[in-house]
């Protein structure tokens, strides 16, 4: 079985390209040609959300290695958002895009073991052991500690998976608790959970050289980045905040290593919201294109600059 | 408009009882009487996880103030078990029990915006502001900061809910990161948390004199417990580790205030679990009533002799 880390990679390879794309849905900021005719359906909300993606999904399958689903923009509107999610994760699959669900759980072991069956791996219904979201990678935070993770790494090694756990996060409150100087070394709280995360990283190294198990680091601290690159060498960092949040191609630049991997930067905002509504599909898929050319030319550019 | 915290305690002085029931479907531990008859049935988990849970419900809703839902435990079910959580946490509404939903959800302010709408507040749909799942209260995660909690304060100001934020949760690994000494104080993380959740608390005090705004701390650390209530006099805490986790009646009273309230405390595997297969439903709710009623009778003489 191939390993996550090895298939990430892989796919970066053959697009040349370390940027994905997220996936947010918001209702009212689609273009009308995504909105399902008669919203009165109870079938409208997963119908807009899944066409909208597809299309998405359609306009970069290319030259993007994988997609960032953020669950929550999904779970907004109930079932019927959490159809679309369903929908969307088989056809990015479908298209051999690689599917990271940006969930951040994390819970005591025996609930990790539910999550991570839920997004990772299989859950026992009656007596048969089903995929269920079967997602290539997701996200977890690290508040509850070691055995809360476990599970999840655990999964990861069983079936050919892979977590980013939160370490030093993109938004300007993740000074509160991640900066604080913690324990005798008094060292940050994102470098105790780099310590975490290491130690895991090294039991689940593929043949790229990378592990499976990765970290989440925003490109809005390049500083930080750059201390947890040194304490993380095999992780892949995945790299929110470029873009709506603040953070540059240089600052995202921070997170990647001297091979020019070790980093997938995500935006979302930038690339597929901000259009008029009367945008047509073409137009639509013409700009998500184009938007998403750009940043990973202006990503390359700064790791080749830095190189 | 009523607040969460002046619901709960209302509740709870109605059944006399400050503990709760945690339910988390675990389809294979089930007795068969909740079971479906056709499993090839399109339908059968989520009528399956339904019924039980529904026959939980009849058992003991004029004894407990409210449940605790574990989402991850429906997660693991996919869209069958998310129909069921949607139609276990209607059945508990219409019952009039306070509906708990144990998410430890937490995300960058944008995103922690669109999980407050779908699990306390509304989202909008096609123009119109929707109930998602509108449960009374969520617990969430710290790790991410002031910004990532603020909407969901918000969304329990604008919309009589509550929250509980994860400050010592049960699980022995809760030491790794929350019980580390931080900052200039060199105090405890769970300690900078419950400052935290304090400041909010202190903002949404109802008539009851008790705050919409709690924490998690669990009953398998009474001395931390017991530093924490005095940090937080205003909040209450939802306190899981009560049985199956090695957790004490008198060390979840440690959470109580001296006017014995001030607390909800939870459990699940050992009130809904473990009985034979062949349990008819009769012996069913008798069990977990007795169970139920046998846990209250134990955290009230706790409370009592504390107090």
Redesign the interface.
Same mark, same amino acid.
Request: hydrophobic share 40%.
């Given at each position: 079985m191939e390993s996550y880390a090895d298939r990430l990679v892989k796919s970066i390879d053959e697009k040349g390209n370390p940027c994905i794309v997220g996936l947010?849905p918001r209702?009212?900021q689609m273009p009308d040609f995504s909105?399902s005719e008669d919203?009165h359906c109870s079938e409208?909300?997963s119908s807009s959300i899944t066409e909208y993606h597809r299309t998405i999904i359609d306009a970069v399958r290319d030259i993007v290695p994988g997609l960032k689903l953020?669950i929550?923009?999904y779970?907004?509107?109930? +079932?019927a958002g959490? $159809?679309a999610f369903?929908e969307t994760v088989r056809y990015a699959k479908k298209n051999g895009l690689i599917v990271i669900v940006?969930a951040?759980?994390?819970?005591?072991?025996s609930?990790?073991q539910?999550?991570a069956?839920?997004?990772l791996g299989r859950?026992?219904?009656?007596?048969n052991d089903e995929p269920?979201?079967d997602a290539d990678c997701m996200t977890v935070?690290?508040?509850?500690?070691?055995?809360?993770?476990e599970p999840f790494v655990d999964a990861c090694a069983r079936y050919g998976k892979g977590i980013f756990i939160?370490a030093k996060?993109?938004?300007?409150?993740?000074?509160? +608790?991640?900066d604080? $100087?913690?324990?005798k070394e008094r060292k940050r709280?994102y470098l105790?959970?780099a310590g975490?995360v290491n130690a895991y990283a090294d039991k689940l190294i593929g043949s790229s050289g990378y592990s499976s198990i990765g970290a989440v680091v925003g490109a809005t601290f390049p500083e930080e980045a750059k201390a947890l690159r040194r304490l993380m060498p095999k992780s892949i960092f995945l790299v929110?905040g470029y873009g709506a949040?603040g953070g540059t191609a240089l600052s995202a630049a921070a997170c990647f290593n001297k091979d020019g991997y070790g980093a997938v930067v995500s935006a979302s905002r930038i690339l597929t919201y901000g259009f008029a509504k009367d945008t047509t599909k073409k137009q639509f898929i013409e700009g998500v294109r184009s938007r998403t050319e750009a940043m990973a030319k202006d990503i390359k550019e700064a790791i080749g600059a830095k190189g």
């Open positions: 947010d209702l009212d909105i919203k409208a909300v953020q929550a923009f779970e907004q509107y109930g +079932l959490m $159809e369903y940006d951040k759980r994390n819970d005591i072991a609930t990790a539910a999550y069956s839920a997004f859950s026992s219904i009656f007596g269920i979201i935070s690290p508040y509850l500690g070691r055995d809360s993770i939160l996060t993109s938004n300007p409150g993740s000074a509160d +608790l991640q604080l $100087e913690a324990g709280i105790h959970v975490m929110p949040q």
